[in-house]
């Protein structure tokens, strides 16, 4: 089983609709979770952390943590065609020394 | 202000031959980590540091040999590279866990090509 496991996509949206991203994770000790998105030849950016259950807003994304069901979410509403990247979920595990990556979801929003 | 640069951002290089990759950050964080990012873009981590101390080390090849002066620098030293060798490897920082701050940012990345 994968550490960290997204749907690869790829994920197609119209501009303007409401894009949902998934991911669950194994290590029930994990305690952080985050959301980075990836341009094209270009390096992962932060785009939200969630420490707590429940969700977390800021802008046009939310993200969405269930530690009982070890499953982290991401929300982009009102899509744009400039949020079309590859979005990768991460967890630091247990120790708190290595944040692992799933294998991240393709989104296109189409313009 | 670049928080976390590496050098070079890319390199070629031959079958066998040894290279180096530096990084730095000027964020002040306690931990420092090599990743790999196959053609695949699965990224995967390779080692962790936090003070200049090994953490985690992902059954690296021996190739492979990590070295932090101080906490702020983590260079990565591959000898006798390989074909297999060739992906995009980002350096990241990170606060340490005691902080709460626990978010990774990443350098933007040295593409290796090994030919």
Known sequence: ?111 | DTAVSQTPKYLVTQMGNDKSIKCEQNLGHDTMYWYKQDSKKFLKIMFSYNNKELIINETVPNRFSPKSPDKAHLNLHINSLELGDSAVYFCASSQDRVSGNTEAFFGQGTRLTVV
């Open chain 1, 1 to 111: 089983q994968k550490e960290v496991e997204q749907n690869s996509g790829p994920l197609s949206v119209p501009e303007g609709a409401i894009a949902s991203l998934n991911c669950t994770y194994s290590d029930r000790g994990s305690q952080s979770f985050f959301w980075y998105r990836q341009y094209s030849g270009k390096s992962p950016e932060l785009i939200m952390s969630i420490y707590s259950n429940g969700d977390k807003e800021d802008g046009r994304f939310t993200a969405q943590l269930n530690k009982a069901s070890q499953y982290v979410s991401l929300l982009i509403r009102d899509s744009q065609p400039s949020d079309s990247a590859t979005y990768l979920c991460a967890a630091l595990n247990t120790g708190g020394f290595k944040t692992i990556f799933g294998a991240g979801t393709r989104l296109f929003v189409k313009a």
